[in-house]
Every structure is written in C-alpha cells, then in structure tokens.
C-alpha cells in the first residue's frame, strides 16, 4: 500500500510541477489483489515529455517506501516509459538514464511533500483537489 501511495504522491508532484492540476487521488485494493491508485485532471500523454516525467517521478517515488513491498510495479512502469520512447540506441539509453536521475533528483527534493500525501493517502485513501493544492503549494511558491 505505501509503495502505491509514494507512487501517487510523485505523480502529483511532477505534474504540478509540469503545469498540471490533479483534482482527486484515490487509493484501493483491486480485486487482483493488489494496491492501486488514480490521479485525475491529469490530460496529458503518458508519452509525452510532461507524462513520462509523471510517470517517471511516481516510479522513483516508490523507492520512499520503507516497507517490505515488492517492486514488481516500478519495474513494469519503467518498461513503459521505455517503449514511449522507443529506445533504439545507446543515445536513446543515455537519454532515459538521464530522465531517470532526474526524477529521482525531484523525490528527494521534494521528498516531504510526497510524503506527506502519501501519509495522508494510506489514513483517507482519497484527497481533493483542494486537499492536494494545500499540500503542494509550498513547491508551486518555490518555482
């Protein structure tokens, strides 16, 4: 469940950051057996360059969990961005290596406000928009 919540919590991060307004997040347990989470008033592409950079920065969020939860997910996410970018080359290699690092630049650096919607996801298991612009306003003011 934290792994699912991190995730979210980056994803809202990077899509503030990209301009975006997420106007619900919502966390439950599918009938797969697993966690799972959806962030809405996010209209962008997963293939673009605002929707892996999402994609992106909730894979890297993931790794804030403390608990022993397998990562199975993070992987599958990654291989997702992988194929959006059709990687063909060493410099199309070097260009997700670069992505990657800075996503996880982004989670730590904005480490507490992921946290602090993840926290607040595993009580509630949903936030409002306005629940979620109150928490990541501290980084809209620094940009």
């Known amino acids: 469940m934290w792994s ?7 994803k809202c991060v990077a899509a503030a950051l990209g301009g975006l307004n997420p106007t619900r997040v919502e ?8 966690w799972v989470h959806e ?4 209209d962008v592409l997963p293939s673009s360059v605002v929707g892996r950079a999402i994609v992106m920065a909730g894979t890297a969020a993931r790794h804030l969990s403390d608990f022993d939860e397998p990562d199975i997910i ?3 996410e990654n291989v997702a961005v992988i194929a959006t970018l059709k990687i063909t080359s060493q410099r199309d290699t070097r260009h997700f290596t670069a992505l990657s690092m800075a996503a996880m630049d982004l989670i730590e650096k904005y480490q ?3 946290r602090a919607i993840a926290g607040r ?3 509630t298991k949903s936030m409002s928009g306005e629940d979620l612009a ?6 809209l003011r620094k940009e």
């Open 112 to 114: 507490s406000v992921v």
């Open 74 to 76: 993070a992987v599958l």
């Open 121 to 123: 996801l595993v009580i």
């Open 134 to 139: 109150a928490r990541l306003a501290p980084i």
């Open 4 to 10: 699912e919540a991190f995730c979210a919590g980056g």
């Open 39 to 42: 962030v809405d008033g996010l």
């Open 27 to 34: 966390l439950w347990f599918s009938q797969s057996g697993r």
